[in-house]
């Protein structure tokens, strides 16, 4: 395998994790700091989460000899983000294993076409952007503390947007970067260079947990993660069955949720980096490309205290910024999914705006609730359908 390895492997391999780590290492941040993680904690998260890919990405581009890229969640991490904040890092542990368990069982026992069958997928794109919202507007809120620093890396955005939309995000960031380095915003005495340490968590399940985070983060990972990452897939000609594949990335989460590996899932942005003509023309040796993301996945991996450090260097405002854009796209193709239907638009705004309203009721957060509110409006409006054709 190492002799048939070309630069075009390492390049798309190593682009696929900068333009992973680019995109969501600072929602993961905000995620281990809701629920009040610990310097060794969020360097915990962030070893558990690149072992985790890239161990899962090894073993499966190796077995089906195919460009099979697997990632943490993002729009998971955003969900956590808002509903652990109250939540203890034990109940927190118990709901990421309750997320990958209920993965593991969808896939084992092939039960993922018939959840997508009946989940509407408007509600489940609704919630995403209620999810999402928060982060969206959080990035301008900081435009009146850091003007330079913001409009600087909205220019740097477009930029990117305009003339090379995949790498926007790792443009935003470097631009992020340097003009806080130049305005003097690094903490550069947080820096350090060392190898992470895993940060045993004892699982303690609670309600709260497993209902109001636990089975929104399972949901948000299989409708908004692995149906795209099932889709890159066989779009470019990879025609793998899906239930296997996600039930391996279920194992790997329980595996190691109890580090910080709160769910993983099949890769859509990367994948699409690795299984393009740009990885090889030959659709026989790109899973070469995604073999090379996992490797590099395990060293970004290994390397997680640094990464945290860099993190806990670094503003808030780019944080928030760079969080804020990376989602974007995810959100605005959310909400269309979620509007797309006439028919299911109110059931769709409901869910919306509940969970986006971030409210929290008998202990459960507002992705249960929004789940709840927009199928009691769906089902409302089948009944309403059905009461008019009989009528006629």
């Known amino acids: 395998m190492a002799a048939s390895l070309r630069i075009s492997h390492l390049a798309t391999g190593l682009t696929a994790v900068l333009v992973g780590y680019a995109g969501t290492v600072a929602i993961v941040f905000q995620a281990a700091a809701a629920v009040g993680a610990s310097q060794a904690q969020l360097a915990s998260w962030l070893w558990a989460l690149g072992i985790g890919t890239g161990l899962s990405t090894l073993a499966l581009s190796l077995a089906h000899r195919a460009p099979v890229l697997t990632a943490w969640s993002t729009p998971g991490a955003a969900l956590l983000a808002t509903s652990l904040p109250g939540l203890s890092m034990a109940e927190a542990v118990a709901a990421f294993l309750f997320c990958s368990f209920l993965l593991t069982c969808v896939g084992l026992f092939g039960w993922f076409d018939a959840i997508v069958r009946n989940l509407p997928r408007s509600l489940a794109a609704a919630m995403l952007a209620g999810v999402l919202l928060r982060f969206g ?136 980096i690795c299984a393009g003509p740009q990885s090889d023309p030959d659709p026989n040796r790109r899973w070469l490309s995604s073999m090379s993301a996992g490797g590099f996945y395990l060293v970004a991996g290994l390397m997680g205290a640094s990464v945290a450090s860099v993190l806990a260097a670094l503003p808030i405002a780019l944080v928030a910024l760079l969080a804020g854009l990376a989602l974007l796209s995810t959100l605005a193709g959310s909400l269309a999914s979620a509007l797309e239907d006439a028919g299911q638009r109110e059931a769709a705004i409901v869910t919306f705006l509940v969970t986006g309203s971030g409210m929290a009721w008998f202990g459960l957060g507002s992705g249960f609730w929004g789940l709840v509110f927009g199928l009691g409006v769906h089902w409302a409006g089948r009944w309403r359908v059905r009461g008019a054709q009989d009528g006629r």
């Not at 806080?180 to 309600?207: C, K, N, Y």
């Not at 209902?211 to 983060?217: S, Y």
Request: a neutral charge.
């Open 137 to 272: 507007l959080d990035a301008f809120a900081v435009l009146p503390t850091e003007p330079v620093l913001v409009l600087a890396m909205l220019a740097a955005w477009l930029a990117g947007w305009v003339w090379a939309p995949r790498l926007a995000v790792p443009l935003l960031l470097g631009v992020g970067l340097l003009t806080a380095v130049l305005l003097g915003q690094v903490d550069t005495a947080l820096i350090e260079l060392r190898l992470a340490m895993p940060v045993w968590t004892t699982p303690v399940p609670s309600v709260a947990a497993l209902l109001g985070v636990g089975l929104p983060l399972c949901l948000v990972t299989l409708a908004a993660q692995n149906l795209p990452g099932i889709a890159v897939l066989r779009g470019n000609g990879y025609e793998l069955r899906a239930s296997p594949l996600i039930g391996w990335t279920g194992f790997t989460g329980l595996a190691l949720g109890p580090f910080g590996g709160y769910a993983f899932n099949l890769a859509a942005i990367t994948a699409a």
